[in-house]
């Protein structure tokens, strides 16, 4: 049964990525498929905060404690969201595929600014390496 399975999967079309092995993320905390090279990718930033990065945060601000008191509650949600709106940023600089310049984000938004987002990659692409078609 289970040889049969593997059967079906070696027989299925399998996708010809841009980039056959790329670099393994080491934690990922979302993987997939590019939808433009169908090259591998994953992310290892996530836009909400972990309970780990509350723990950090709490820590943090309990090492004022004896400084603000118990104003020190305002200061916990500043650092929070600050934390997050960092987070965001290092997210948002990973949506864009390395390796074909797709962007996830604008293609939601605009797809005629994606369309150029991916010329104006490929175009740094073949400047940096003049060998890139
Ligand atoms: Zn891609």
């Known amino acids: 049964m289970k040889n049969q399975h593997n059967d079906i999967i070696s027989n299925m079309e399998k996708p010809t990525p841009l980039e056959p092995r790329p670099y393994k993320l080491r934690n ?12 591998e990718r994953g992310f ?7 309970g780990k990065n509350y723990f950090q945060i709490t820590l ?5 404690f004896p400084i603000f008191g118990f104003k020190i509650f305002v200061f916990f949600l500043a650092f929070a969201a ?17 390796h ?21 990659f490929w175009e740094k ?7 890139v078609s």
């Open 28 to 39: 990922p905390k979302l993987e997939f498929f590019c939808p433009l090279c169908r090259t």
């Open 44 to 50: 290892t930033y996530k836009s909400k905060l972990s």
């Open 60 to 64: 943090v601000t309990l090492l004022f």
């Open 82 to 98: 600050i934390m997050e709106l960092i987070l965001r940023i290092f997210l948002k600089n990973e949506i864009q595929c390395p």
């Open 100 to 120: 074909c310049g797709f962007d996830a984000s604008w293609y939601k938004k605009d797809i005629k600014i994606t369309r150029k987002k991916i010329q104006e």
């Open 125 to 131: 692409k073949q400047k940096l390496d003049p060998r």
